[in-house]
């Protein structure tokens, strides 16, 4: 239900998980990179020690993620193999966090201090309109973790812009996308600044938008929709 909160950019994040058997579904904008934690593991200061230093807290994280012994991964039936997995280790740089009291890994509420994650994650191409089941996890059986997600992705179809016109003063363009969606149209002379013209509904997936010319210089325009 919070998939898409806070998502922007070319990267869509995907959310970890504390481990067992889940299952989600969600959207996802075309043209956009996902980025799935196979396995993934964080330590801070809150955790460890407001004494331990910076090394140490990175330290300790390391020796947490070297414990990962299994990971898996299959997008639409196809196995991405282990050891293609195994080579994306990624260890993040200092950052820090506020726990919620009664959260979900069991920390104290409060301030992280240092923290670090460490383990294993996957990239993956902008998947093509449709929906695509994604299954991934992996374990550290040293301490009884075992994670098996399956992610429903549907991923819409792009907003384009198509067949401009220029009449009478007035230019226009057809946008496709998502039947039903609302598409919100923008418009800058230098591709820097960009202010809202107006918006759309694209129902049954189309519409033409037009808008009056501003001065006698070029003037770019562009579309986004919600996921």
């Not at 043209?31 to 300790?60: D, M, R």
């Not at 994650?121 to 996890?137: A, E, K, Q, R, S």
């Not at 809202?196 to 808008?211: A, C, D, K, R």
Request: with cysteine; aromatic share 8%; charged share 10%.
């Amino acid at each position: 239900a919070f998939a898409n909160v806070n998502q922007s950019g070319p990267v869509f994040f995907l959310a970890g998980s504390t481990g067992g058997s889940n299952s989600r579904h969600f959207n996802v904008s075309a043209h956009t990179y996902v980025l799935v934690p196979l396995l993934l593991g964080e330590l801070s200061q809150l955790e460890v020690g407001f004494n331990q230093t910076a090394a140490q807290v990175k330290q300790a994280a390391k020796q947490q993620a070297d414990q990962i012994n299994s990971l898996h991964a299959t997008l639409d039936g196809t196995t991405i193999l282990p050891a293609t997995l195994f080579a994306h280790r990624e260890v993040s740089p200092d950052f820090s966090f506020v726990a919620v009291a009664n959260n979900q890994v069991g920390i104290p509420a409060g301030n992280s201090g240092i923290a670090v994650s460490d383990g294993y994650c996957l990239m993956l191409d902008p998947l093509t309109p449709g929906t695509h089941v994604l299954n991934f996890g992996g374990g550290a059986s040293v301490f009884g973790v075992s994670l098996d997600e399956t992610d429903t992705i549907t991923v819409a179809p792009p907003v384009i812009l198509k067949s401009p016109n220029l009449s009478a003063g007035q230019f226009g363009f057809g946008v496709t996308g998502p039947s039903g969606s609302t598409v919100a149209i923008e418009s800058s002379t230098n591709l820097s600044n960009w202010r809202s013209v107006g918006s759309i509904v694209l129902n049954g997936g189309s519409n033409y938008f037009t808008t009056l010319v501003q001065g006698n210089g070029q003037q770019f325009f562009r579309a986004s929709g919600a996921p």
